[in-house]
């Protein structure tokens, strides 16, 4: 089902994916705007992202539960690409390499590497904890109805859990503006085969068996 | 509401200087609370309705006096009623004025995201600023007292005001003024500190070996202050804290925390501009494409 017809292009993101993705991108910028300028006095200007500091208490949770569904929606499928294989941990322990762009000495990568699987699990546990102390201290809502020791804890753990996401998605960022052609991927939904053979050899292989993929 | 004729020392969410050019000599006031004196009349719940405006909803009665039986919005001041059977096995009465303790370190401003909705004035007034509160609730975690409530009619954030527009204009607060029993008092907090140990003394000789002064140390004092007839058991008394304190989650929370964060994020987006500049960008060449093409010819071939 390539929706594309050229030889050289191989499909990484199918349209529906895609979709999921910007759309967990946008709710997360404003759900993270809207929640860090309650984090911190020097952020409070972000609180204008949703027009001010009341309407970012109002609207941050609904923003938030809306990520979180979408991403479960966008992650869901993605599991089994991210589970962590043998190799992955020669990988994680040449890091050194992956910062200095020394691909050559790394072991070969399937659709994912071991970096983007270790920040996938990431996420989700950090979307789930954020899901669920979010509607603790719902104030409007939830809170009220909890002891305040919980309260308390789930704000904190709120806090660590948006602090790990925030550094998790700059990281992402970091490396999809660095690795030309990932944007492309998420975007056009096609890499180059150049592209699958350089970064994720096992997966190029994969992909280009004359069965075609899976 | 802010009121210019108080000085402010302290302000939520701010992390520059209070204004503090002028030189008031400003003391610090205080309410002390005899529960030693009070004949729970409630004429101080109903001075502070009067004065600030509040009429809570007329509730049921849950078979004890508490009335209205919690804090409200409309309620920043509930008369709690418990009864003891102390070791002699008599029955005691211990009635006290709940509301807002007036903090000198008060876990609701530590707590507010929202800068200048709380503020601590340099009497030692903590007042909320109810037209730049936000509705988080934070100051509801943060206080060690569950003093803060939120309205459900605007969704800002109510407490006892220690009448802070009354004492800026040089009147004691509703309550003290309509107490009829003298178990109010307000004044300067080094006064009323000395007269409260004179009321000890007075309870002491009276039987009340335990009598003594509430002014808990563990949040740096309060400017509401009891005198307590069992001060070794302030629980006693409708649960009063023992020891209270600006939680440690909090103080994590809303301490230590915002530095460090704020620090790891700039650095990790710091690091990796920084790195992307220095090694280069990740580019797929020529040179790259012809391998996969060979490969993948030899894959079909
Ligand atoms: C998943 C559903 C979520 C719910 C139900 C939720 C709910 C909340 C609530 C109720 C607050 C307190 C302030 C307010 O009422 O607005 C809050 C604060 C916050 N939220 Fe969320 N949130 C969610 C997701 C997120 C996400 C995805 C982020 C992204 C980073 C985030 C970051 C924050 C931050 C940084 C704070 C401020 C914490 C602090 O003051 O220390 N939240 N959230
Ligand atoms: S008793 Fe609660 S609301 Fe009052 S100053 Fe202390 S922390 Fe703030």
Redesign the interface.
């Known amino acids: 089902m390539a929706e594309h017809d050229r030889p050289?292009l191989i499909e990484r993101h199918g349209r529906q994916e895609r979709l999921q993705h910007w759309v967990v991108a946008l709710l997360f910028l404003l759900a993270a705007a809207s929640g860090m300028?309650?984090?911190?006095?020097?952020?409070?200007w972000l609180?204008a992202v949703l027009g001010?500091?009341?309407w970012?208490?109002?609207l941050h949770p609904f923003v938030g539960l809306a990520m979180a569904l979408v991403f479960a929606r966008f992650a869901a499928p993605q599991w089994g690409d991210n589970r962590l294989l043998p190799n992955d941990r020669v990988w994680l322990e040449r890091l050194r390499e992956v910062?200095?762009?020394r691909?050559e000495h790394l072991p070969e990568v399937g659709k994912y590497n071991a970096g983007q699987k270790v920040l996938y699990f990431v996420m989700v546990a950090c979307v789930a904890v954020l899901a669920l102390t979010g509607l603790a201290?719902w104030?409007?809502y939830f809170?009220g109805g909890l002891p305040?020791?919980v309260?308390?804890?789930a704000?904190?753990l709120h806090?660590?859990a948006a602090?790990v996401l925030?550094?998790g998605a700059?990281?992402h960022?970091?490396a999809a503006?660095?690795?030309?052609?990932a944007v492309g991927a998420m975007t056009r939904g096609t890499v180059?085969?150049?592209?699958?053979?350089?970064?994720h050899r096992a997966w190029?292989?994969q992909m280009?068996?004359?069965t075609g993929g899976r | 509401m802010p009121l210019q004729s108080l000085d402010i020392v302290r302000r939520s969410a701010t992390t520059t200087p209070s204004p503090m050019a002028r030189a008031a000599a400003e003391v610090a006031v205080a309410k002390l609370i005899d529960t030693s004196k009070c004949i729970g009349c409630k004429a101080c719940q109903t001075a502070c309705m009067e004065w600030n405006d509040l009429r809570d909803e007329v509730g049921s009665c849950a078979g004890t006096y508490d009335n209205p039986r919690d804090l409200t919005d409309q309620s920043w001041t509930v008369m709690r009623f418990s009864e003891y059977e102390n070791p002699k096995g008599d029955l005691e009465w211990l009635i006290r004025k709940d509301g807002c303790m007036h903090c000198a370190d008060p876990g609701c401003l530590k707590a507010c995201p929202s800068p200048g909705a709380i503020v601590q004035y340099a009497n030692g007034i903590v007042d909320f600023h109810e037209e730049h509160c936000i509705g988080c609730g934070y100051c509801v975690a943060g206080c060690p007292f569950d003093v803060p409530r939120i309205s459900k009619k605007d969704g800002k954030a109510y407490k006892c005001t220690l009448c802070s527009d009354r004492v800026a204009v040089g009147l004691e607060p509703a309550c003290v003024k309509t107490c009829p029993t003298g178990a109010i008092t307000f004044g300067t907090k080094e006064q009323l500190q000395h007269d409260a140990a004179e009321r000890i003394v007075d309870l002491k000789s009276r039987g009340y070996e335990q009598a003594g002064l509430y002014d808990p140390a563990g949040v740096g004092g309060t400017h509401v202050m009891y005198v307590l007839h069992h001060a070794d058991q302030p629980a006693l008394y409708s649960g009063l804290p023992v020891a209270p304190r600006v939680s440690p989650v909090v103080r994590l929370w809303k301490g230590a925390a915002k530095p460090l964060a704020l620090g790891a994020i700039a650095l990790a987006a710091i690091a990796g501009l920084l790195n992307y500049v220095r090694v280069g960008a990740k580019e797929v060449d020529p040179a790259d494409e012809a391998a996969a093409e060979r490969e993948k010819e030899k894959a079909h071939g």
């Open positions: 050289d300028a309650l984090f911190h006095p020097a952020l409070f609180a001010g500091g009341t970012s208490v109002i910062i200095e762009g691909d201290i104030r409007r809170a305040v020791g309260v308390r804890a704000a904190l806090a660590l602090f925030v550094l700059v990281v960022v970091a503006l660095w690795v030309k052609g180059t085969i150049g592209w699958a053979w350089k970064h190029f292989r280009i068996r004359p």
